[in-house]
């Protein structure tokens, strides 16, 4: 699956990255808690979180993360999405709270995987 398949899915807005909308996406995390992420998160996956710091995009960064979603329609300040463009981190916004977004691309196809 690609982030153009995921942003149609999910009728999200691209806020940062639109130039690697075809980048591959091979799993997916829905988290407010990046410990969590850290935790279980794999390469070449998209974020779903509510939450909104630099923190975020740190641990995207650390993670090999290609996308974060921003769910309930959040959006980042303009030093985050700076802190993205220049890492190559592509951001969505979705007004879909997490639980649904993550649903529709489980339906999707889009699969976290075991731990």
Do not use: W
């Not at 808690?33 to 909104?52: E, F, I």
């Not at 923190?55 to 700076?82: N, S, Y």
């Amino acid at each position: 699956m690609t982030v153009e398949d995921i942003r149609k899915i999910l009728g999200a807005k691209v806020l940062v990255g639109e130039e690697h909308l075809f980048e591959e996406v091979r799993s997916a995390c829905g988290s407010d808690m990046m410990s969590d992420v850290l935790a279980y998160s794999k390469d070449h996956s998209v974020l779903l979180t509510g939450l909104c710091n630099p923190q975020v995009v740190r641990t995207a960064e650390m993670l090999d993360i290609v996308c974060i979603v921003f769910v309930r329609g959040k959006k980042p300040d303009e030093a985050m999405l700076q802190m993205a463009a220049e890492r190559g981190i592509i951001l969505l916004s979705t007004g879909h709270r997490m639980f649904s977004a993550c649903g529709m691309l489980y339906e999707a196809g889009l699969h976290g995987g075991a731990i």
